[in-house]
T-cell receptor, first 114, second 112 residues
């Protein structure tokens, strides 16, 4: 059974609308991450968290907020979705910091903003 | 900031032939390297991790690290059509506390 699950797996949103992507992990990991994947850019880190109720900015945080209400759950929030945010979003968890730990990924959430 | 680049962008090999993928990085203090595989429409799965110069083998996957030349390679022995996927390398530097940064990937196609 999948240890990192994302929802929704696919979503179509309108420009200016609010989008929330959710992630749930059963790995008992402290660290969780949100990446976006675009053709030609690989994976880029948006936000991460190493403890509940705390989030940190990654490389491309502009236009995104994150929320970590519990160890198991980590959400990515787009308050005002824009066309440029069309991408596939991946959540991951690890048992140690992002510099050393192996990442365990969900299957991705494909977001299309129209 | 760490730059991670992969080559070639795409590669087609025959079933059973060796496949070799290249990853170059810019931060000489990097010491944590992983290769991931992503099948179409799926998440990433780790194939092999390597932390010191030399080789590390995991099944049919061998990572070869040469930090002096800023290269880490992935060799796939006797690939099968099921190995057709996007391969990504991730690099980090523990001492500077930088999280893993990914290359743009190599799309591998294995033909019968």
């Amino acid at each position: 059974e999948a240890a990192v699950t994302q929802s929704p797996r696919s979503k179509v949103a309108v420009t200016g609308g609010k989008v929330t992507l959710s992630c749930h992990q059963t790995n008992n990991h402290d660290y969780m991450y949100w990446y976006r994947q675009d053709t030609g850019h690989g994976l880029r880190l948006i936000h991460y968290s190493y403890v509940a109720d705390s989030t940190e900015k990654g490389d491309i945080p502009d236009g995104y907020k994150a929320s970590r209400p519990s160890q198991e759950n980590f959400s990515l929030i787009l308050e005002l979705a824009s066309l440029s945010q069309t991408a596939v979003y991946f959540c991951a968890s690890s048992d140690s910091g992002g510099d050393t730990g192996q990442l365990y990924f969900g299957e991705g959430s494909k977001l299309t903003v129209l | 900031q760490q730059k991670v680049q992969q080559s070639p962008e795409s590669l087609t090999v025959s079933e059973g032939a060796m496949a070799s993928l290249n990853c170059t990085f810019s931060d000489r203090s990097s010491d944590n390297f992983r290769w991931y595989r992503q099948h179409s429409g799926k998440g990433l799965e780790v194939l092999v991790s390597i932390f010191s110069d030399g080789e590390k083998e995991e099944g049919s996957f061998t990572a070869h690290l040469n930090r002096a030349s800023l290269h880490v390679f992935l060799h796939i022995r006797e690939p099968q059509p099921s190995d057709s996927a996007l391969y990504l390398c991730a690099v980090s530097a523990v001492l500077s506390g930088t999280y893993q940064r990914f290359g743009t990937g190599t799309k591998l196609q294995v033909v019968p």
